[in-house]
């Protein structure tokens, strides 16, 4: 299994990005990503999953400002990020749950990591 983020960069707050996160190793459409940051100096954080079906849940810091897809005949995922404000700054992973499990919260869910991408916004 192999998840590769990218995209990742410096950008001044109100920006935008978009991460990407190409899979390979297993049968991508048939598990739930997500993407969970590290912000300096502080724990793993979920920001947000998307299911197998499509369906999608953010975290409430994020909400109205993120945007996750996937693209199953790329096997990719994609977390677009709109007005991007300071505490955004952190690495982002990407992240695969071979279970589906209804814990898409907890971090502990997550069986496969990328090695991360920094975003870091400046004000």
């Known amino acids: 299994v192999q998840l590769v983020e990218s995209g990742g960069g410096l950008v001044e707050s109100g920006g935008s990005l978009r991460l990407s996160c190409a899979a390979s190793g297993f049968t991508f459409s048939t598990y739930p990503m997500a993407w969970v940051r590290q912000r300096p100096s502080e724990g793993l954080e979920w920001v947000s999953v998307i299911n197998t079906d499509g369906s999608t849940n953010y975290a409430d810091s994020v909400k109205g400002r993120f945007t996750i897809s996937k693209d199953d005949a790329k096997n990719t995922a994609y977390l677009q990020m709109n007005n991007l404000k300071p505490e955004d700054t952190a690495v982002y992973y990407c992240?695969?749950?071979?279970?589906?499990?209804?814990?898409?919260?907890?971090?502990?869910?997550?069986?496969?990591w990328g090695q991360g991408t920094q975003v870091t916004v400046s004000s």
């Open positions: 992240a695969a749950d071979p279970w589906g499990s209804t814990a898409f919260q907890k971090v502990s869910t997550y069986e496969y």
